[in-house]
């Protein structure tokens, strides 16, 4: 890249080490960064020459403490479009809407992975994209975790949770597959709070958040001395996880000489820490989830098929949100009640036009950036209930393409379609399928509550499911 290409970061930050940390990151993808150690000199700097040309700001909370609100506010009344990044060790709801309310683009909560914040720092600063308003916010508030938390009455996903709830009565490993963002982890932790290990450990690992010549280290432990560097004996997570659940998160991303040591791992039903003379015997439940199909990989020869075959005889697809919009109103009304229990944050209501402009995007992040970008409008939102335009960023794509979308009421909004495509009634049995769907997902699969809510008998509910050819769990 050339200087006249290269683009200008502020790193506002009194830590040497992560300030060489991040300006390594950033300089690998064409970034040049400067340093200001204290909220005088990172103002100062924006009136010179050089901060005239900055690109982005990344501030450390820990620099101004407890003014780091007021130093985001005057550096955004400084330079308004100049995109602010926060990192900071508070998971606080109520710092993450004071941090936004002053400007800040992102909130980024350490220890943040090294691609996590690069991606936050790209999609900030890349105006042509349309996904600026959207980038996924790390998530501030805890999902419970229980099947009770999973939100959705499609079928497809459905499917996934009758499996998954199946499964975690069992022993077995699982499998679960489906892009970021899908909810996997919540599913990990819905499976384990159900299962006969609840009470046990459970550890998730994120094979891509770890350093590739740690992630043997992180998994099997090693002994004191075993390599340099390697100052205390360090116990691995399938260790620690014996009689509990380990979840390795982004398998997929596994390299293949760790993949057949895992594989050996499994068959033997034992670890063997690095430098150590002989294994420990462990029972665990192993839980992977990945991003991709593996059977795309094991024909690609990134990934071991005996692997594939030893995680487990149960695979759980989680769909895309693309693939379920009309669980969008749902997961709408849900995500704004939590939101509205974080300090600083009153519950929303949401309206029929801005359901249909939601309803209108693809969410490449699914349902994690889904609740990120309601998260951020419910910040801003100065009304009771959240309007199209509370997506400014979604309005210019979508409600600039397609002018009637916002006029148009929401099928959806119910969860059922009642006409077809030209304009036409759906025959009635169709519509009292998907209806039944609807209730089975909302009183989550509870049948007496579904037969009470609907006016039925639980017979004459079951001969329905039967007669329709809907599967009780659907």
Request: glycine share 8%.
């Amino acid at each position: 890249m050339t200087g006249s290409q290269q683009r200008l970061l502020m790193l506002i930050d009194d830590e040497p080490a992560q300030c060489r940390l991040i300006s390594a990151l950033a300089a690998r993808e064409g970034w040049r960064t400067i340093i200001a150690e204290d909220a005088e000199t990172a103002i100062a700097t924006l009136g010179t020459r050089q901060g005239m040309q900055l690109d982005a700001i990344i501030l450390d909370h820990w620099v101004p403490g407890d003014d780091a609100c007021s130093l985001i506010a005057d550096l955004k009344s400084r330079r308004p479009a100049l995109p602010l990044l926060m990192l900071t060790t508070s998971a606080s709801p109520l710092l993450a809407v004071e941090a936004m309310r002053a400007g800040a683009t992102d909130y980024l909560i350490k220890p943040v992975s090294p691609d996590r914040l690069m991606q936050a720092l790209r999609v900030a600063t890349t105006r042509e994209s349309p996904r600026d308003e959207l980038a996924p916010l790390t998530e501030k508030m805890d999902a419970p975790a229980d099947f009770d938390a999973m939100v959705g009455a499609s079928p497809q996903f459905r499917k996934a949770l009758a499996v998954a709830a199946k499964a975690a009565r069992g022993h077995g490993g699982v499998l679960i597959e489906g892009e970021s963002g899908t909810g996997k982890e919540m599913l990990v932790r819905a499976m384990h709070g159900a299962s006969a290990r609840a009470k046990a450990p459970l550890r998730i690992v994120n094979i891509a958040g770890t350093p590739v010549n740690s992630i043997e280290s992180v998994l099997f432990g090693h002994e004191k001395g075993a390599f340099p560097g390697a100052f205390e004996q360090q116990i691995g997570a399938i260790q620690h996880c014996d009689g509990g659940t380990l979840s390795l998160d982004e398998i997929d991303r596994m390299p293949i000489s760790v993949q057949e040591r895992l594989l050996e791992s499994i068959q033997r039903g034992d670890v063997r820490p690095i430098g150590a003379r002989h294994s420990y015997r462990v029972d665990v439940r192993l839980i992977a989830q990945s991003n991709q199909p593996l059977a795309e990989l094991v024909a690609l020869g990134e990934f071991l098929p005996e692997l594939v075959t030893a995680l487990g005889p149960t695979v759980i697809e989680l769909p895309p949100l693309r693939q379920r919009t009309s669980d969008i109103p749902a997961l709408c009304r849900h995500f704004l009640t939590r939101i509205g229990e974080q300090p600083g944050l009153r519950e929303l209501g949401i309206t029929d036009g801005a359901l249909s402009l939601l309803a209108a995007y693809d969410w490449p992040g699914n349902v994690r950036q889904l609740q990120a970008v309601l998260f951020r409008a419910a910040v801003f939102c100065e009304s009771d209930a959240l309007t199209a335009s509370d997506f400014p960023q979604l309005l210019d794509m979508i409600g600039s393409e397609n002018p009637t979308l916002l006029s148009t009421p929401v099928q959806e909004s119910a969860g059922v379609m009642l006409y077809t495509d030209d304009g036409n009634l759906r025959p009635l049995e169709e519509i009292e399928a998907d209806v039944i769907r609807l209730a089975i997902g909302l009183y989550r699969g509870r049948m007496t509550e579904v037969a009470r809510r609907l006016g039925i008998g639980r017979s004459t509910l079951y001969r329905k499911l039967s007669e329709l050819g809907i599967d009780n769990a659907a």
